[in-house]
């Protein structure tokens, strides 16, 4: 079964950092593009961030300089380090795996069907 399980959301202050996982089960993720996504309440969802196998990497605009993403092969997990959080950053974050995009594919296309989604993970930026 292949399968992606996020964890390391929270509340965190205006300024703070978060860092989250996508730990993989059920197949090789450093073969596949991973993604960031995010949903806050009343908003659709976007991409934020994509790594592909080669280890080229997109990052929305409003997060360039701030995240970055990253995957440990021995640990089949990927990351997202979140620094210097806004309010504007808040909303459920998404991994997902796709073997057949490529990143700015999956990274400007939020709701395609892809290989694997997550179940998500609360950030909270607030004061």
């Known amino acids: 079964q292949l399968r992606l399980v996020e964890s390391g959301g929270g509340l965190v202050q205006p300024g703070g950092s978060l860092k989250l996982s996508c730990s993989a089960s059920?197949?090789?993720?450093?073969?596949?593009?991973i993604g960031w996504f995010r949903q806050a309440p009343g908003k659709e969802r976007e991409g934020v961030s994509c790594?592909?196998?080669?280890?080229?990497?997109f990052y929305k605009d409003s997060v360039k300089g701030r995240f970055t993403i990253s995957r440990d092969n021995a640990k089949n997990t990927g990351y997202l380090q979140m620094n210097s959080l806004k309010p504007e950053d808040a909303a459920v974050y998404y991994c997902?795996?796709?073997?057949?995009?490529?990143?700015?594919?999956?990274?400007?296309?939020?709701?395609?069907?892809?290989?694997?989604w997550g179940q998500g993970t609360q950030v909270t930026v607030s004061s």
């Open positions: 790594l592909g196998p080669d280890g080229n990497t």
């Open positions: 997902a795996a796709e073997g057949r995009a490529t990143i700015q594919y999956m990274c400007t296309n939020p709701v395609t069907e892809y290989d694997v």
């Open positions: 059920g197949f090789p993720l450093d073969d596949f593009v």
